[in-house]
């Protein structure tokens, strides 16, 4: 069974960094894309990174650019998510999730697995 587990979410200042991880199960990384998402109250779902399955491509949303990495490694079956320079509209729940397949552009994908979220939030 596909199994999605975030972990690394917490209170972080502006201009801090966390690394959250995607530990996953029942699947193999070279056939699924991951993505990670971020929901805040009042907001729509956003996507925020994703690295594709077959060639490890990254994508990430303009306003984290720069300041976010994604990365996998196969052998722990885990997804990270890097985030650094953290700003107070980074604060939300981030989800990943899995779809199998491959796309270039694997934010575009609708994903199917998701996991249940860590709270990340950056305050003074």
């Known amino acids: 069974q596909l199994q999605l587990s975030e972990s690394g979410g917490g209170l972080v200042q502006p201009g801090g960094s966390l690394r959250l991880a995607c530990t996953t199960s029942?699947?193999?990384?070279?056939?699924?894309?991951i993505g990670w998402f971020r929901q805040d109250a009042d907001k729509e779902r956003e996507g925020v990174s994703c690295?594709?399955?077959?060639?490890?491509?990254?994508n990430y949303t303009d306003s984290v650019k720069g300041r976010f990495t994604i990365s996998r490694d196969n052998a722990e079956n885990t997804v990270y998510l890097q985030m650094n320079s953290l700003k107070p509209e980074d604060t939300g729940v981030y989800y990943c999730?899995?779809?199998?397949?491959?796309?270039?552009?694997?934010?575009?994908?609708?994903?199917?697995?998701w996991g249940q979220g860590t709270q990340v939030t950056v305050s003074s």
């Open positions: 690295i594709t399955s077959i060639d490890s491509l990254t």
């Open positions: 029942g699947l193999n990384l070279d056939y699924y894309n």
């Open positions: 999730a899995a779809r199998r397949g491959y796309a270039r552009n694997c934010l575009s994908l609708s994903f199917i697995s």
